[in-house]
């Protein structure tokens, strides 16, 4: 006669219910961290920004060609932009109200691009 021992693992409800964001690196954007500290997040594909007090954890999951990116923690806020328009607004609101300590350099590739090519003609 053998002896089998049985290993359960349990994962609490704190432990699943403490994930903000979890998107795909082609769906997740930075915006930065603001002057109260807090970091905006922002997913893509709903156009919604989490402002959390962490910053994300980059991951990338079996047999996956792109990182993904997971927010833990509890959103000190979230705001549904309706237009991506809304997102520069929403940057503006928070410098005027927070400021930034921790901005990504936005480029816009088009202007780059044609500046690179200004005195360019064929």
């Known amino acids: 006669m053998s002896t089998t021992t049985t290993t359960h693992?349990?994962?609490s409800d704190g432990q699943q219910d403490d994930i903000v964001l979890e998107q795909s690196g082609s769906y997740y954007g930075y915006l930065g961290q603001d002057g109260e500290g807090y970091h905006h997040h922002v997913d893509e594909v709903t156009n919604t920004v989490y402002v959390t007090p962490a910053r994300a954890e980059r991951f990338l999951p079996d047999?996956?060609?792109?990182y993904w990116f997971r927010v833990h923690g509890e959103a000190?806020?979230?705001e549904e932009l309706e237009q991506d328009e809304d997102r520069d607004r929403w940057i503006a609101y928070v410098d005027s109200v927070r400021g930034w300590t921790d901005r990504p350099i936005h480029l816009d590739v088009t202007e780059i691009f044609a500046e690179m090519h200004e005195g360019d003609r064929r």
């Open 76 to 78: 000190d806020h979230i």
């Open 63 to 66: 047999n996956a060609g792109v």
């Open 9 to 11: 693992e349990t994962i």
